[in-house]
């Protein structure tokens, strides 16, 4: 009999550890400190007298690594919500839009989950389109540099393009689950993109 109740106990036991562990993967919670560092790089290119309807109506697609792109797309919605844009989720790259349009590539270069620290670099290309026209230099631009090169129509009608490279690095102490933490990489991505994005826009042309 003693030995069943051991037994009982050592296996009620491991049942109470793998909810507490289980926990740290599926619940969203955190009592951490994170310090971010973002580094961006950002280039506007532009034609004629440009039209920038912000806000407005935004095109919105997201790719990239799998852990990231959902929390990383409702981050971006909530963020472009916020300054007042209408956002559609798209779920694929077209070749044009009717609407200006924003574009975004998420790779996670380097990465470490734990319950008590965690650690992530992103690396994110955001590609802007006032027009929705030229989303070919999207897939230029993940390849590497690219020369814009825009073509004289003879139109009044401007349009302008941008894009934008940003590194982030962040580092979180504490007790954190992985989807709290996903989460916090997600809110401070969307905030250094929307935030890079509305600074080029409001510069005319």
Partial sequence: MAENAAIKKI????????????????????AARSET?????????????????????I????????FM???LTESLGDELEKSGMEVLVVDSVEEKYDSQTLLVNV??????????????????????????????YFEQFK???VTVAFVNTGSPEGKKLVRGDL??????????????HRMHLAEEAARKTVEQLQQQISVFP
């Fill in 11 to 30: 296996v009620l036991s491991a049942l109470v550890l793998a909810v507490v562990l289980s926990s740290f993967y599926v619940l969203d919670f955190k």
């Fill in 37 to 57: 560092l973002a580094n961006s790089v950002v280039s506007a290119y532009s034609t004629g007298d440009p039209q920038i309807d912000f806000p407005g109506r």
């Fill in 59 to 66: 095109y919105l697609y997201v790719e990239g690594d799998d």
């Fill in 69 to 71: 792109l959902k929390s």
């Fill in 107 to 136: 790779t996670e270069s380097e990465g470490l989950y734990t319950p008590v620290y965690a650690s992530s670099d992103l690396n994110i290309l955001f590609f802007y389109t006032s027009t929705g026209e030229d989303t070919k």
């Fill in 143 to 145: 390849e590497g540099n």
């Fill in 167 to 180: 590194e982030l690095q962040d580092s979180t102490k504490g007790i954190v689950s992985q989807k709290a």
